[in-house]
């Protein structure tokens, strides 16, 4: 008669692994990652409203009241996203930002209504309104997920990056005063800081390793801009000037206002950017190796329903997933969604 030799299991080897996804890294890497993130977006976050303003003729308060909203309204539905509740949220590293989207029909509903402060109670009645129902389709849209199979989300997710590349040429070449600013001449210099700065984040992510590597974007965009700020390009006088912290508060421009052919058309847009966020949900559970289930994108559509209504409530405009951010996902190998909750 043999002896049993099966030894109990430690305590520890009992315990269920905890997927990266699902990792809260120490303080400092937090916060640290947490701003790389924000760093990242933050040009593309703020250059709708910069656009919509220049479109419709705001003045220079109210452009000042859409960026604080704006970045108030992206910091809650990121929270949304990656931390989620209940059936809300996908709980996935994915940052939200405005949807260049929404950018064309905003416009043309504020125009057509007044144009200015006047024009955008009719857009926030009209965001509301979509993001309501966007949220209450969600299980019907989530219904849909059969229909996309990997050629059809693979080019989504081509197409996203592809959408990306104009605007990355348009930052690096662009007046660096203001995105709206006419051309400027000297947009030399303002390349080659891009391209340094491209080669600064290669070369970290080549040779450095451990934590240092996953902060490449960061410190590669701090060291082309100390160069900037060096060679007398950057001026970080107006950030000394700047309140610290800004408030936004609910329907600061007036009361919405409803009308029925601006709902349906932004209705119809957020049904395209509910596509893009599901090609964002694949394009990022691919990264971090989590399978996607439609329970999944009905989460996603439901948040970015409740980002949506409040976003117009709070001055802003329709939200869904930054595709720079899923690649920075890729780059940097960061996988742990609370690191976009920090961001948030």
Not at 254 to 267: K, N, T, W, Y
Request: hydrophobic letters at 55%.
């Amino acid at each position: 008669m043999s002896a049993d030799t099966t030894r109990p299991a430690a305590p520890g080897a009992q315990r269920k692994k905890v997927h990266p996804v699902d990792e809260v890294p120490s303080a400092g890497r937090l916060v640290t990652l947490g701003i790389q993130h924000v760093i990242a977006f933050y040009a593309g976050a703020v250059l709708v409203p910069l656009l919509i303003a220049r479109a419709i003729d705001l003045d220079a308060e109210a452009l000042t009241m859409l960026i604080t909203a704006d970045l108030f309204t992206c910091g809650v539905a990121s929270i949304l996203q990656a931390v989620g509740f209940w059936k809300i949220g996908v709980r996935l590293p994915l940052l939200q930002g405005v949807t260049f989207a929404t950018l064309a029909p905003v416009i043309k509903i504020a125009n057509d209504h007044g144009g200015g402060r006047v024009g955008l109670l009719t857009v926030y009645g009209a965001v509301i309104a979509a993001g309501a129902f966007t949220f209450l389709i969600a299980p019907f849209f989530a219904r849909l997920i059969r229909f996309f199979p990997p050629v059809v989300t693979g080019s989504v997710i081509t197409i996203i990056g592809v959408s990306l590349l104009p605007v990355g040429i348009g930052d690096a070449t662009r007046n660096p005063h203001s995105p709206v600013a006419a051309h400027d001449p000297g947009n030399g210099r303002w390349l080659m800081y891009a391209l340094g700065t491209i080669a600064a984040i290669v070369l970290m992510q080549r040779f450095f390793r451990g934590f240092w590597s996953t902060i490449a974007v960061l410190l590669g965009l701090v060291a082309g801009t100390v160069v900037a700020w060096l060679a007398g390009d950057t001026d970080f006088g107006r950030v000394g000037e700047a309140d610290w912290i800004g408030f936004t508060s609910p329907f600061a421009f007036g009361a919405p206002r409803f009308d029925v052919i601006a709902v349906v058309s932004l209705i119809v847009v957020l049904m395209v950017t509910a596509v893009e966020s599901t090609g964002a949900v694949f394009a990022t559970a691919e990264i971090v190796g989590k399978r996607v289930r439609g329970a999944d994108i009905a989460a996603t559509v439901r948040a970015d329903g409740i980002a949506t209504v409040v976003g117009g409530t709070f001055n802003s405009f329709p939200y869904t997933a930054f595709s720079e951010n899923v690649g920075l996902v890729r780059l940097t190998g960061v996988k742990s969604r609370w690191v976009v909750a920090a961001a948030g």
